[in-house]
């Protein structure tokens, strides 16, 4: 068993084709400037501290989240 960081699980997100372009943020109990690095670097559009504020949270969702008019029918397909 190897244990999956944040880190990896968005490189590996940011890696396949389909998937690429969603978009990840990363949450941790301390975030550092180091962790923020190095969550833009494996393409995370940001990284933001536990405990969550849900206002700001569902703000960001709403502001990174693609309009529902972008997406398609083949969307829905779960065999990724």
């Known amino acids: 068993y190897r244990q999956q960081t944040g880190f990896l699980v968005c ?3 940011k890696r ?3 998937l ?3 978009p990840v943020i990363l949450m941790g109990d301390t975030v550092t400037t180091g962790a923020r690095e190095r969550a833009q670097a494996c393409g995370a559009e940001t990284m933001i501290a536990k ?11 709403d502001r990174l989240a693609p309009p ?3 997406r398609t029918p083949d969307d829905s397909r779960t065999d990724l």
């Open 11 to 13: 490189a590996a997100l």
């Open 16 to 18: 396949h084709e389909r």
């Open 20 to 22: 690429k372009e969603t």
């Open 51 to 61: 405990p969550i504020e849900w206002p700001e949270f569902l703000a960001l969702v």
């Open 68 to 70: 529902a008019t972008t």
